[in-house]
């Protein structure tokens, strides 16, 4: 994968989950091209390499509970159940969240879960998270998703602001969100429900 993706762990995982079972087969020849898909339902599956950085700027080590947000054919799930102890997906499309747990259950994933919801509201039945991950891009961070993370987690978000997508990482540490800038992004956006 190269250009700048250094994390093992992120790398070998890339290389584990082929990315055509998350695509439709319209596009499965186009699986492995670094650009999003569609998907189904105005949703997209989201770039390989934007993917990437956000799974390596969360530092994974592999003990982690993770959430994602927005986890449309469940592909980012997977390649975090590679990586993590355990991943948590919320989905507020019904139809593509019920796809993406029957693929996950398909490909032997046990450690991974996909619920419908409004992914603004977190899981807090399953909190705390050590990292959570937002596939869509939102206009401020959810208090919610900052409230499930545990202390030293990290939630990787693109926010938008003044017309353009800027990759967000906050790192919570001693009660406190410290947040900086990991560069632009496009994703489609969150909402709520």
Same mark, same amino acid.
């Not at 355990?86 to 019904?94: A, D, K, L, S």
């Given at each position: 994968?190269?250009r700048g993706i250094?994390?093992? =762990?992120?790398?070998?995982?890339?290389? =584990?989950?082929?990315?055509? /079972?998350?695509?439709?087969?319209?596009?499965?020849? #186009?699986?492995?091209?670094?650009?999003p898909?569609?998907?189904?339902?105005?949703?997209? @599956?989201?770039?390989?390499?934007? *993917?990437?950085?956000?799974?390596?700027?969360?530092?994974?080590?592999?003990?982690?509970?993770?959430?994602?947000?927005?986890?449309? $054919?469940?592909?980012?799930?997977?390649?975090?159940?590679?990586?993590?102890? /355990? *991943?948590?997906?919320?989905?507020?499309?019904?139809?593509?969240? @019920?796809?993406?747990? !029957?693929?996950?259950?398909?490909?032997?994933?046990?450690?991974?879960?996909?619920?419908?919801?409004?992914?603004?509201?977190? #899981?807090?039945s /399953?909190?705390?998270?050590?990292?959570?991950?937002? $596939?869509?891009?939102?206009? =401020? *961070?959810?208090?919610?998703? #900052?409230?499930?993370?545990? !202390?030293?987690?990290?939630l *990787? @978000?693109?926010? !938008? $602001?003044?017309?353009?997508?800027?990759?967000?990482?906050?790192?919570? =540490?001693?009660?406190?969100?410290? !947040?900086?800038?990991?560069?632009?992004? @496009?994703?489609?956006?969150?909402?709520?429900?």
């Open positions: 994968m190269g250094y994390d093992k =762990k992120v790398l070998e995982a890339f290389a =584990k989950v082929p990315r055509e /079972e998350f695509v439709p087969p319209e596009y499965k020849h #186009l699986a492995y091209e670094d650009y898909l569609p998907i189904g339902a105005g949703q997209t @599956i989201s770039q390989p390499y934007m *993917v990437a950085i956000m799974l390596q700027e969360m530092h994974l080590k592999g003990d982690e509970k993770v959430l994602e947000v927005g986890a449309g $054919s469940g592909y980012v799930v997977a390649l975090l159940a590679q990586i993590c102890r /355990e *991943v948590w997906g919320i989905e507020r499309i019904e139809s593509l969240a @019920i796809q993406a747990q !029957e693929r996950l259950r398909k490909l032997g994933y046990t450690n991974a879960h996909i619920v419908v919801g409004d992914g603004t509201k977190g #899981l807090p /399953e909190a705390p998270f050590d990292a959570i991950l937002v $596939s869509a891009a939102a206009k =401020k *961070v959810p208090q919610a998703l #900052l409230e499930q993370l545990a !202390e030293g987690g990290r *990787v @978000i693109p926010l !938008e $602001s003044n017309y353009v997508q800027i990759l967000t990482i906050i790192e919570k =540490k001693k009660g406190k969100f410290i !947040e900086r800038e990991a560069g632009p992004c @496009i994703f489609v956006p969150l909402i709520e429900e």
